[in-house]
Structures are given as C-alpha cells and as structure tokens.
C-alpha cells in the first residue's frame, strides 16, 4: 500500500473517533440529568440528619459518588476510543467494549450511577434519593434486559455471548475478565 493510503485510512479513522468522541459528550447529558439535575430537584442539595452511620456514612456516599463519577467518565470514553461509538442506542459502537470497567461488570454505567444516587443519598442523609434510586433501577433494568442485551447479541453474536457468560451484568467480577483471542486494547 502507498503511504498517501494508509494516511487517508488513519485519517478517516481518527474523524471517525473524533466524532465518537463528540457524540459520547453529547450523550453525556443523560447521566448529568439522572445523577445531577433530578437530585438537585428532589433535594436542592440540601442536607438532612444523616442516615445511620453519621460520619461514615457521608464519607462511604463521598466515595460512591466521586468513583461512580469516575467509572462513568471512563467508560464513556471507552465507547469513543475502543468502540468507535457512544453508549446511546442511535450512535451505537461498531466494536463490543470488553475492557477497563467492562472487565467486571457489563453494565458499568448503569452501576455507577446507581452507585451515584446511592452515595448522594448518604452524603446528604436524604432517604428520598435512595427511593429514587430504587425507582429508577427499574426501567435502566428492563432496558438493558428487554433492549439492549438483544440488540448487543444482534450485533456481535458469539463474541457478545460469550462476553456475557463471563461478567456479570450489575455486580462486578472480583478479578478482571480477559476476553482471550480478541483483538483491541487489553487494559
């Protein structure tokens, strides 16, 4: 191959993830509304007696809401860089995410906002963000049962059925799963 060709199939690839990368900040939104506006709106960010526990309470919510932010941050960017995607079903991935967080749990982003409701909650001693986070574990549930995991089968097969019998859907692995044989970073 001439080196005129292999520019234009690394430039066509890096546009490709530039515009993943734009689309996954543009989706960025959904987990802002579900972690940040909904319980701003539910609790002004006002704080009430804390829930039992005090103290440690508040600093076991700092801890799951600052590393749910984190794993979120994350594997958004994993559907850009590795997937070449968004999480968002209209711009779906053309490559099945197996590394990073997805190495423990197939539905990192849903766990980690979960995790970060869960953690406002106890910072804040506010129950009624623990009722809406049992609330909306509910449709992110069926949508994942009842939509995504058969769109994921419908678009990566064998490759996504495996993944799936190996790391479990909402409570993560202990040890990192290696999806053997499968090209693409391994981190």
């Not at 968002?88 to 982003?109: D, E, H, Q, S």
């Not at 994942?144 to 994921?152: F, Q, S, W």
Request: with cysteine.
């Amino acid at each position: 191959m001439s080196r005129g060709h292999n520019e234009g199939m690394r430039d066509a690839a890096q546009a490709e993830q530039r515009r993943a990368v734009l689309g996954t900040a543009a989706f960025a939104v959904a987990p802002v509304v579900a972690a940040g506006v909904v319980p701003w709106l539910l609790t002004r960010w006002q704080a009430r007696t804390p829930l039992p526990g005090g103290l440690p309470a508040r600093a076991a919510g700092a801890v799951l809401t600052a590393g749910g932010a984190a794993v979120v941050i994350e594997s958004f960017m994993r559907f850009a860089r590795e997937g070449l995607g968004t999480p968002a079903p209209i711009a779906p991935t053309k490559y099945l995410v197996v590394t990073g967080p997805f190495r423990y749990v197939r539905n990192p982003i849903y766990v980690a906002l979960l995790a970060m409701i869960l953690g406002e909650a106890l910072v804040l001693g506010r129950p009624k963000l623990l009722a809406y986070c049992a609330v909306m574990a509910v449709p992110v549930g069926l949508f994942v049962r009842l939509y995504e995991e058969p769109a994921l089968e419908r678009q990566f097969g064998d490759e996504y059925r495996r993944y799936k019998r190996n790391v479990p859907g909402w409570l993560p692995r202990l040890t990192p799963w290696r999806a053997e044989g499968r090209s693409g970073i391994e981190s």
